[in-house]
């Protein structure tokens, strides 16, 4: 059992997290062993995000003051906390994606950029293509005008080069 201290020591942590991340999500994990538990968090950690178990009293005093306290109801049964230091919607695919195979996790809810989010919505962030993506497809729409500028500059050179060989030919004939 915990000690007092160790106690308060979780709700200080959590609550100064709570405060200074954008997302989290409220998880349940009722039947999962410990083995899946583990590779769920590693996948987790890719993402940049904390899966934490945490008992729903404690839980509760750390969100209060935070955004995570008006998803308080949902502090019920095994709870964990994921709280998302990197993207949102790549925790949210991994949560989405291990689901699948294993559907004693679930997602209760969470906060996504300061906004309360049921799970549809949590699943509609998931669809959503990574940052790494977008900034890809960016630079895509970008560049296009330019290689149809550069296209466009090379036939112009070629048709004056075109022009001036055929003008040659004509003063030599």
Not at 63 to 75: A, N, Q, V, W
Not at 89 to 113: L, N, Q
Not at 159 to 171: A, Q, S, T, Y
């Amino acid at each position: 059992m915990l000690s007092k201290t160790e106690k308060q020591k979780i709700i200080d942590d959590l609550s100064s997290r709570f405060h200074s991340v954008p997302s989290v999500f409220i998880v349940e994990y009722q039947g999962l062993k410990v083995k899946e538990m583990d590779v769920l968090r590693r996948k987790l950690r890719q993402t940049n995000t904390e899966l934490r178990v945490v008992k729903n009293t404690l839980l509760e005093k750390a969100s209060l003051g935070t955004d995570i306290e008006k998803m308080k109801d949902l502090f019920s049964g095994p709870t964990a906390v994921a709280i998302c230091d990197g993207e949102s919607s790549a925790a949210a695919k991994v949560f989405i994606d291990y689901g699948k195979d294993f559907p004693e996790i679930r997602i209760k809810g969470g906060i996504f950029e300061g906004e309360v989010v049921d799970v549809s919505r949590i699943e509609r962030i998931a669809k959503l293509p990574s940052r790494q993506e977008l900034i890809s497809e960016f630079v895509g729409l970008l560049s296009a005008p330019m290689g149809n500028l550069v296209g466009v500059l090379e036939q112009a050179r070629s048709n004056i080069v075109n022009v001036l060989e055929g003008l040659k030919e004509k003063k030599t004939d």
